[in-house]
């Protein structure tokens, strides 16, 4: 055996639904909390910790590795999108996760593959209205992977602020008996959310792009300061962020937590939430904001 095949001794790596069926059966007879980690591989230290949180919560830990193309406009980077199994599965097995699920895009998408799920409203703003399409979808994707995985709870990054807020919402309008665990951003020592498409940066957008994660620090402190004028507090967090020719920003706000409104005035908790380009690398952060 080689090496790489004696660390992964342990993880299972299933291209197909019955397959998939048939060990989460097995380890459900047994008496297993089932918790699936969804994801577009890439992996890098933030879908780790969704792992290890998924490890410490529930017995049998699945990973799924499923470069989404619903999810991706015409002009986005679905091509391009970084992907590495090796090195994905190597990550995975040093997590302690027991099967990576990493279907081909007909194994998702059959040919006559007609049904969509839209979560209304919820879907348009912010990065549906940046992406249209974006959402369907992520929703569909999610459902047919929790209806194939049937996880007991699934878990998710706070980074896809508005991601996680739909799928919440899709669990609850219609009855999906998984419970959403959402955990927190991870970070480079810096500031700067760790991102699958943080590789794209060269050293100068690298640094340029920690402006995200700075005027949401900066929108904190203005309302930790007793500021509530939220577009006094959007002008000031613009200006930082176009201190660079290279940043683009798609928006930079304040927005309520729940219903994901742009917020007017802050009144209670909020969520500080940008999207740029920085270069030709769209990037997005969020911050929560307690007054
Ligand atoms: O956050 C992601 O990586 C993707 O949007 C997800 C949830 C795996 C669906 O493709």
Do not use: W
Not at 154 to 177: E, M, S, W
Not at 200 to 221: G, K
């Amino acid at each position: 055996l080689s090496a790489s095949t004696i660390a992964r001794q342990n993880l299972m790596v299933v291209e197909n639904i019955p397959s998939v069926r048939a060990e989460i059966g097995a380890a459900r007879s047994r008496g297993a909390r089932i918790g699936l980690v969804p994801t577009m591989g890439a992996l890098h230290e933030g879908h780790l910790s969704l792992m290890r949180a998924a490890r410490r919560e529930c017995d049998f830990v699945a990973v799924s590795i499923f470069v989404n193309p619903t999810q991706f406009g015409p002009n986005e980077d679905y091509l391009k999108y970084p992907r590495d199994l090796a090195r994905d599965l190597a990550a995975c097995d040093t997590a302690g996760v027991d099967l990576v699920f990493h279907p081909a895009v007909p194994t998702i998408y059959h040919d006559d593959f007609n049904t969509f799920v839209t979560v209304e409203g919820l879907s348009n703003v912010l990065e549906g209205a940046c992406r249209p399409g974006h959402f369907r979808g992520v929703a569909t994707v999610v459902l047919k992977l929790f209806n194939i995985v049937t996880p007991d709870v699934a878990f998710f990054g706070q980074k896809d602020y508005q991601q996680q807020t739909i799928i919440r919402r899709l669990c609850h309008d219609l009855n999906v008996p998984v419970d959403i665990r959402v955990c927190p951003t991870i970070r480079e020592a810096d500031g700067l959310a760790l991102s699958s498409r943080n590789v794209y940066l060269n050293p100068e957008e690298r640094r340029v792009a920690l402006s995200l994660s700075r005027s949401l620090h900066l929108a904190q402190e203005l309302v930790q300061a007793g500021q509530t004028d939220v577009p006094r507090i959007r002008q000031r967090m613009h200006e930082l962020l176009t201190a660079s020719p290279l940043v683009q920003v798609d928006y930079a706000t304040l927005i309520h937590p729940e219903s994901l409104d742009e917020l007017v005035s802050v009144s209670g908790r909020c969520v500080a939430i940008v999207a740029a380009r920085v270069g030709q690398t769209r990037l997005i952060d969020n911050l929560v904001i307690d007054p």
